[in-house]
T-cell receptor
Framework: DGGITQSPKYLFRKEGQNVTLSCEQN?????MYWYRQDPGQGLRLIYY???????QKGDIAEGYSVSREKKESFPLTVTSAQKNPTAFYLC????????????FGPGTRLTVT | AQSVTQLGSHVSVSEGALVLLRCNYS??????LFWYVQYPNQGLQLLLK??????LVKGINGFEAEFKKSETSFHLTKPSAHMSDAAEYFC????????????FGKGTTLSVSS
């Protein structure tokens, strides 16, 4: 079955530690996205990539980093510079042709204490 | 810049009642429009989409939405709510001029009571 996988489902870290969230897709999509979700704030775009080895900042990129070494993979690193990292993180992918509908993974809930 | 407004962060209905979730967008160019549903601690699932053509779009789980260009709206409806419809719903728009990025509304939580 084609789809997007995110691992792990739940992640716990101590403050000051970097943590990497995994996102893999087998939909053959060129574009991939990372969103952060907080209660009452909807989805906020962190980073997106439309081609291997290239990515763009979204609305809230500070404190995050990404890489896109393979078409199928788009890992997100939450660095110690991110002031409020506790959140639900969603990965998505889409084709480069219209209408650009995005397909989402199951999400990773990160808790930093 | 493109924006999406979902009126009402919470909507409560009784089982069997009509569901109406409102979405308005701002764009001078008719965009592509989407509704997604999210159950607790899960990712988003596409309910339906409008691209071109027929303005009344049918989706999964008995939901439908109507694109009204004159009102810049894309409201989501379901004639009879079921307990399993309780979830968070997101309206999203794709700006044809901006490539692949979607703009999401802040979401509406639907509660269904028996």
């Amino acid at each position: 079955d084609g789809g997007i996988t995110q691992s792990p489902k739940y992640l716990f870290r101590k403050e000051g530690q970097n943590v990497t969230l995994s996102c893999e897709q087998n939909l053959n999509h060129d574009a991939m996205y990372w969103y952060r979700q907080d209660p009452g704030q909807g989805l906020r775009l962190i980073y997106y990539s439309q081609i291997v080895n290239d990515f763009q900042k979204g609305d809230i990129a500070e404190g995050y980093s990404v890489s896109r070494e393979k078409k199928e993979s788009f890992p997100l690193t939450v660095t110690s510079a991110q002031k409020n990292p506790t959140a639900f993180y969603l990965c998505a992918s889409s084709s480069m042709g219209p209408p650009y509908e995005q397909y989402f993974g199951p999400g990773t809930r990160l808790t930093v204490t | 810049a493109q924006s999406v407004t979902q009126l009402g962060s919470h909507v409560s209905v009784s089982e069997g009642a009509l569901v109406l979730l409102r979405c308005n967008y701002s764009s001078s160019v008719p965009p592509y429009l989407f509704w997604y549903v999210q159950y607790p601690n899960q990712g988003l699932q596409l309910l339906l989409k409008y691209t071109t053509g027929a303005t009344l779009v049918k989706g999964i789980n008995g939901f439908e939405a109507e694109f009204k260009k004159s009102e810049t709206s894309f409201h989501l409806t379901k004639p009879s709510a079921h307990m399993s419809d309780a979830a968070e719903y997101f309206c999203a728009v794709s700006d044809k001029r901006a490539g692949t990025a979607l703009i999401f509304g802040k979401g509406t939580t639907l509660s269904v009571s028996s």
